[in-house]
């Protein structure tokens, strides 16, 4: 989305969802919640780019001012080391 590449779903994608009748847009890593979804690539830049050309409000049709407080949390959390692992991942010690 961030990056308009196309693929297919895979771990390397992160599934981000409308909620709150479309007030906020949220990441949706187990891939699971109801509703209008879109997908973009689990790096931080991809996702800043996404959000500089506001393209989750139009993917997701819902109004440009949307919070997106959780999607720039997303964005700090992938520029620790611009990935983060699959929620099914999450927890697991190596």
């Given at each position: 989305?961030?990056?308009?590449?196309?693929?297919?779903?895979?771990?390397?994608?992160?599934?981000?969802?409308?909620?709150?009748?479309?007030s906020?847009?949220?990441?949706d890593?187990?891939?699971?919640m109801?509703?209008?979804?879109?997908w973009?690539?689990?790096?931080?830049?991809?996702?800043?780019?996404?959000?500089?050309?506001?393209?989750?409000p139009?993917?997701?049709?819902?109004?440009?001012?949307?919070?997106?407080?959780?999607?720039?949390?997303?964005?700090?959390?992938l520029?620790?080391?611009?990935?983060?692992?699959?929620?099914?991942?999450?927890?697991?010690?190596?």
């Amino acid at each position: 989305m961030g990056c308009r590449r196309s693929e297919p779903v895979s771990g390397d994608l992160v599934r981000v969802v409308a909620v709150e009748h479309g007030s906020a847009i949220v990441p949706d890593r187990p891939g699971t919640m109801d509703g209008r979804g879109a997908w973009v690539h689990r790096n931080a830049d991809c996702v800043r780019t996404a959000l500089e050309r506001k393209a989750f409000p139009r993917s997701l049709r819902v109004g440009l001012n949307a919070d997106v407080s959780a999607l720039n949390e997303f964005v700090a959390r992938l520029c620790g080391d611009q990935t983060i692992p699959p929620a099914s991942d999450a927890g697991e010690e190596e």
